[in-house]
């Protein structure tokens, strides 16, 4: 019960995540994990066991789309991509987090 | 802190999300396929990437899996994203409780049997109860109609009748009433058919159709033209029945002429099939309805106020106005209308007009039955659930070892409870389908019992209020009866429960609890039923053996009408008296020669024993000056000389009538009642009553005193009766009484030959044996009575079974302890004592509730009584040992069983 506790918290962190990490092209799921511990450069390792449970979340939301492709060794693998209304979704979370983490940092600098 | 990001932006509605659910439902294989593949793919994936790390095959493997966490978990999460998670518990909860069931077929069978019993009951007089009391009159806005009746209880008179002014008074100025109709039952031979018959006829007013709101199948009903005509109209309209019976469906009906009573009518319309007159009529459904303006005879061209004719109205009360609003104006308009016409309503008098609801005014004979049946089964279907409760207590007690199991490997507690409701639902549900099937034909069969004729016995069906009420009533069982015992079986220990012994044993004893206060609610709930079917027992052994007064052995009535018709131009025969006194002679004479006939008599007025309808005569005796109103009222009869012969009634002092008494002698017999109620002493021979008006009195002398002879019913206390000579005073209504040697079978059909042969177009009607008159006047006790003992019957079955049960499979539990008790060296009877103690302690308890909530209810049972009291101690004190006897009978078995328990056997284990 504690995890789903702490994965609340940190649920609109990972949708939005998700969301950069589609943002150039479609990618597969083992792929988005990859590429979020890339660009984070081996900070984020995202809970494996989190991210198929947001990637059908935000499926539900409309802000990614499936569909099932051919993956880079030849296997069948299911690829997500941003909806336009994702895009915006984007968009609009990373400012909100702009002005959170500055208003946080604030804080924390004062004297 | 962070805003939910579902909740900004452009997010899904969830009727997508619900629908992807949906289609999923359908697509499940797929949907799972996929998400498996995706899964699996990715935690190949992970395998090549620690792969490339350096590592071996299976170090690769462990390591992905551990990575990516608890594989089933994100499964199970997933798919809670496409479907609907409790419906696929629902199934599979569902699919296992039949699985289950199936394999226990005897608590199965026993539980829907059970369950089938109460619901069937309680559906079908539900059904009875909606039907006659519940749901609205077939007529349109039935709400709204009353009917208006008046009486004088200043002089005991129940009911007087209504005079025309009386009647115009009331539809005209009173201001209560839309519509007012005059109800007037009478009957009447139809002539002009294939073969006279007599019919029901009922007279209204021209606005009684209107009034109903109904109309006619063929031709018209009443209206504007009959107003207009002032005395009886000659267009009359008949039931679908009448028209099938007696004109043989004629197509050409509307138009055809008959004969009613002799004066020619003709038919203007004929009612729909399901159409039944709302009131009571004098036998039978009514065949013909006849109107008039109300100003020719019998009323009279001018009719006066105090010319009490009518006995009933029916009415729509203006819109808008209550039945208590009605009756408080309507009180009013009384004491107006008595204080202008006070030459009519004489003080002493109190003439009172009263309006009641038409649908109580039908029911109201009904009604109280029905309530009890309502109750009896109340108790009957709460004891069905207390045994069904057991059976799932004892059914649950034996799968502890599956329920702990399920616990252990990670079921909650509300899984378990839900598990056992959906088994207890699907029982019930069941044993509602049976229940319905029992429901549909048991109401037909008590209606028929029923010794009333009420206008909605055809809409009694299984429509959908019994359909809604059977189901809701098996859901509602199912879930709160199955609540208790989940509830408790789903609080186990898991350690006992798991261990090997977790079939029996120990910490059994929260629900051998509970089934034993279920068992001891069964014993009460019986006890009060046994209690209720006792003392209506009673009552109708106390009804039985009261003295009617005559003898009904071999005696067969009849019934005569010699019509009166109004018309002038038709043949007045039976209009002068003389005439009806000669065909009751000719009459009386055929009869006594018909062969096996012992005598023979004619009487008409209240000459028929059983089925008086109480109205009373006024009369006045010698010697009384009694101030304005405060006359003495007796039942009146016109008999001939072998009337009290032919009925056994017992002659106590003086002379039976002769031949001799006709023409100006004027001798009257009068019962004992009258006797002593009019004057007190013993020697009442040759003393006078007068009868006819004040001013112009006709004395009659008593000749003779004759036994009581119970006139209404045999409950109703006597009244006084006064026997008068028919051959001085002949009235149209006449019954032929006979008495036979040997069986009245033979001698019935002569009858009708016998009356033909003295007047050809004379049916004769209402044939039947007296003493089917005696039973049917207890028809409704009997009723009562067998229903309830049948319920009581059956509760008391119930209720011993389920005593049974428990202590049986308490013993069961206790073979342990029991085997080492013996062992010990224990006697036998002290292992009866144990096993019965506690069949004891459950029947005291019972007893002692059920007694407690019989007293309590008691009250409510008095109506039915006769001359028994409520709390009746040998009543009482005969069902409480009927009732523990048949317990302790009951717990003697298992008792008897444990004491041959093997000591050996029982202590080496199950």
Redesign the interface.
């Known amino acids: 019960m504690e995890t789903r506790d702490k994965l609340d918290l940190l649920q609109g962190t990972l949708d939005m995540l998700i969301l950069k990490s589609l943002q150039l092209q479609p990618v597969h799921g083992f792929g988005i994990s990859v590429r979020i511990r890339q660009m984070s450069r081996d900070v984020l390792q995202v809970e494996q066991g989190s991210l198929y449970p947001a990637l059908y979340r935000l499926e539900d939301s409309g802000w990614i789309s499936s569909e099932w492709g051919v993956s880079e060794n030849n296997r069948k693998a299911k690829f997500y991509s941003l909806t336009a209304a994702g895009r915006a979704q984007l968009t609009n979370e990373t400012e909100q987090w702009e002005r959170l983490s500055s208003a946080i940092n604030q804080v924390l600098h004062a004297s | 802190?962070?805003?939910?990001?579902?909740s900004?932006?452009?997010?899904?509605p969830p009727m997508?999300?619900f629908t992807?659910r949906i289609r999923a439902l359908f697509g499940r294989s797929k949907a799972e396929q996929?998400m498996t593949?995706?899964?699996a793919?990715?935690l190949?994936?992970?395998e090549?990437a620690n792969r490339k790390l350096g590592m071996g095959e299976e170090e690769a493997r462990r390591q992905a899996r551990r990575?990516?966490?608890?594989l089933e978990?994100?499964k199970e999460?997933?798919r809670d994203?496409?479907c609907f998670s409790w419906i696929e518990a629902l199934h599979r909860d569902c699919s296992y409780a039949i699985r289950g069931l199936s394999k226990n077929r005897g608590f199965t069978f026993v539980a829907v049997g059970t369950l089938a019993l109460g619901i069937g009951a309680s559906s079908a007089i539900f059904s009875l109860v909606e039907t006659f009391l519940l749901r609205p009159l077939p007529y349109f806005a039935s709400g709204e109609l009353v009917t208006l009746s008046c009486s004088n209880p200043g002089i005991d008179q129940a009911t007087v009748g209504i005079s025309v002014p009386e009647f115009e008074d009331l539809r005209d100025r009173s201001g209560l009433f839309s519509e007012l109709s005059i109800v007037w039952p009478t009957n009447c031979n139809l002539t002009g058919t294939e073969s006279p018959q007599r019919i029901e006829a009922m007279a209204v007013s021209p606005s009684f159709f209107r009034l109903l709101g109904a109309n006619a199948a063929r031709g018209r009903v009443f209206g504007s033209e009959e107003e207009k005509i002032p005395g009886w109209a000659p267009g009359v309209v008949l039931s679908h029945r009448a028209w099938v019976k007696y004109f043989g469906s004629d197509e050409n009906i509307v138009g055809r002429q008959a004969r009613f009573d002799y004066d020619p009518g003709v038919v203007i319309g004929v009612m729909p099939e399901g159409f039944r007159h709302p009131g009571r009529t004098l036998s039978d459904q009514v065949d013909m309805w006849y109107t008039g303006g109300m100003r020719d005879p019998p009323f009279g061209a001018t009719p006066t106020r105090n010319r009490r004719l009518v006995p009933l109205l029916i009415g729509r009360l203006a819109p808008g106005l209550s039945i208590q609003d009605a009756q408080a104006r309507l009180a009013v308009f009384a004491a107006k209308l008595r204080d202008d016409y006070s030459n009519d309503y004489p003080k002493a008098n109190r003439w009172t007009p009263r309006i009641e609801a038409l649908q109580s005014h039908l029911t109201g004979e009904v009604r109280p039955v029905l309530w009890l049946l309502f109750a009896s089964v109340a108790l009957v279907f709460l004891i069905c659930c207390a045994t069904l409760a057991n059976l799932l207590l004892v059914r649950a007690s034996g799968r502890r070892q599956e329920i702990s199991l399920r616990l252990a490997l990670g079921a909650t507690r509300a899984t378990i409870v839900r598990q056992l409701c959906v088994e207890s639902l699907l029982i019930s549900l069941c044993g509602g389908a049976f229940g319905l099937m029992l429901a549909s034909w048991l109401p037909v069969c008590i209606v028929r019992l029923v010794p009333e004729e009420l206008p909605q016995v055809n809409e009694l069906a299984v429509n959908g209020s019994l359909l809604f009420f059977t189901i809701t009533v098996a859901c509602f069982t199912g879930l709160f009866v199955g609540l208790v015992p989940a509830l408790q079986a789903s609080r186990l220990d898991l350690v006992t429960g798991l261990k090997a012994g977790g079939r029996s044993g120990g910490s059994d004893s929260s629900s051998g609890r509970l089934r034993a206060c279920f068992a001891s609610v069964q014993v009460a709930l019986s006890l009060v039923l046994l209690t209720g079917s006792g003392l209506l027992l009673k009552s109708f052994w106390n009804v039985l053996q009261i003295d009617p007064g005559f003898s009904a052995k071999n005696v067969v009535l009849s019934r005569i009408w010699l019509p009166p018709p109004v018309r002038p131009d038709t043949p007045q025969q039976y209009n002068n008296g003389a005439n009806r006194i000669i065909f009751a002679r000719n009459a009386v004479a055929r009869m006594s020669q018909i062969p096996g006939v012992k005598y023979a008599a004619i009487a008409n007025g209240q000459c028929v024993p059983l089925s008086g309808d109480g109205s009373l005569s006024q009369v006045r005796l010698e010697g009384e000056t009694s101030p304005d109103g405060a006359q003495r009222m007796a039942l009146a009869s016109n008999v001939s000389p072998d009337y009290f012969a032919t009925l056994g009634i017992p002659v106590l002092q003086g002379r039976p009538f002769t031949d001799a008494d006709q023409g100006d002698t004027r001798t009257i017999l009068v019962d004992q009642a009258a006797a002593d109620r009019f004057w007190k002493t013993r020697d009442v021979l040759g003393k006078r009553i007068a009868t006819g008006s004040a001013d112009k009195p006709q004395w009659w002398t008593v000749v003779g005193v004759v036994g009581n002879v119970k006139s209404g019913g045999l409950d109703i206390p006597d009244s006084a009766h006064v026997y008068f000579p028919i051959f001085q005073r002949t009235d149209r209504g006449l019954t032929i009484l006979v008495k036979t040697e040997g069986d009245p079978a033979l001698v019935m059909g002569a009858l009708q030959g016998v009356i033909r042969s003295i007047d050809l177009d004379l049916p004769i009607y209402g044939l039947k044996r007296l003493d089917e008159l005696v039973s049917q006047s207890l028809a409704q006790r009997r009723f009562a009575v067998v229903i309830l003992a049948a319920f009581a019957t059956v509760s008391l079955l119930l209720s011993i079974l389920g005593l049974y049960g428990v202590l049986s499979l308490s013993t069961a539990h206790r073979t342990c302890e029991l085997g080492l008790r013996i062992a010990l060296g224990a006697h036998k009877w002290n292992i009866y004592r144990i096993v019965m103690q506690q069949g004891l302690l459950i029947v005291v308890a019972g007893v002692s509730v059920g007694l407690g909530v019989t007293l309590l209810f008691a009250q409510t049972l008095r109506g039915f009584l006769y001359e028994t009291k409520v709390t009746d101690f040998a009543t009482l004190s005969a069902t409480v040992f009927l009732l523990s006897g048949a317990a302790m009978l009951a717990s003697w078995l298992p008792a008897r069983r444990a004491a041959r328990i093997d000591p050996l056997v029982a202590l080496r284990g199950e």
């Open positions: 802190m962070h805003p939910d990001p579902r900004t932006g452009f997010s899904l997508k999300r992807r996929e593949e995706e899964l793919l990715h190949e994936m992970l090549d990575q990516f966490g608890h978990g994100v999460e997933l994203r496409f």
